[in-house]
């Protein structure tokens, strides 16, 4: 199976900063990598597509980059609603199972 | 609206079955393949097992094969997981989730069913 990590694991910011979150897989897996936000008690929520692509309402300050192996979700302008976990996941087609990173917790520094 | 509504969620004893449903509306089902996401109380997302548009190809984690076993009824618009030979470890909220493709994310979630394993 192919394993996701992420790193950091959490992330202390404010308001305003740059953000950068790290994804590697054990293998290539082209670009069949999504990013997704989740706050508690709710389900996630897809931001990013085929690694660099986003997905129709998200705001533009969230990118995406890479492909093989090593990713990365930028968050450009750190806003209040931006606090959460964040998780990267492989959904490689040639692959026989999906995964998903540990995640990232964002939190307010 | 795209509408996934889980339930069958709550509290099982070790070794015990439980059967969970998600419930879709507001989109053709039959054109989307879709999968179960799980959440142990306070740790990330687990990938569990998928199933194609009509319901004759599924994969599943090796953590979960044999034990958990995903099906759908189109008719229905309701997808299903079968949970046998339950674990502790088991305990967790579940998610459904859907993709248009294989090859796709999951772009629209469930609100989630929460499920209890203990004696």
């Known amino acids: 199976d192919i394993q996701m990590t992420q790193s950091p694991s959490t992330l202390s910011a404010s308001v305003g900063d740059r953000v950068t979150i790290t994804c590697r897989a054990s293998?290539?897996?082209?670009?069949?990598l999504a990013w997704y936000q989740q706050k508690p008690g709710k389900a996630p929520k897809l931001l990013i597509y085929?690694?660099?692509t986003l997905q129709n309402g998200v705001s533009s300050r969230f990118s995406g980059s890479g492909s093989g192996t090593e990713f990365t979700l930028t968050i450009s302008s750190l806003q209040p609603d931006d606090f959460a976990t964040y998780y990267c996941q492989q959904y490689n087609p040639y692959s026989p199972s999906s995964t998903f990173g540990q995640g990232t917790k964002v939190e307010i520094k | 609206e795209v509408q996934l509504v889980e339930s069958g969620g709550g509290l099982v004893q070790p070794g015990g079955s439980l059967r969970l449903s998600c419930e879709a509306s507001g989109f053709t089902f039959s054109n989307y393949w879709m999968h179960w996401v799980r959440q142990a109380p306070g740790k990330g997302l687990v990938w569990l097992t998928r199933i194609n548009r009509d319901g004759d190809s599924t994969s599943s984690a090796d953590s979960v094969k044999g034990r958990l076993t995903i099906s759908r009824d189109n008719a229905k618009n309701t997808l299903y997981l079968q949970m046998n030979s339950l674990r502790v470890e088991d305990t967790a909220v579940y998610f459904c989730?859907?993709?248009?493709?294989?090859?796709?994310?999951?772009?629209?979630w469930g609100q989630g069913t929460l499920v209890t394993v203990s004696s």
């Open positions: 989730a859907r993709g248009p493709e294989l090859r796709s994310p999951l772009e629209s």
């Open positions: 085929a690694a660099s």
């Open positions: 293998q290539s897996i082209s670009t069949w």
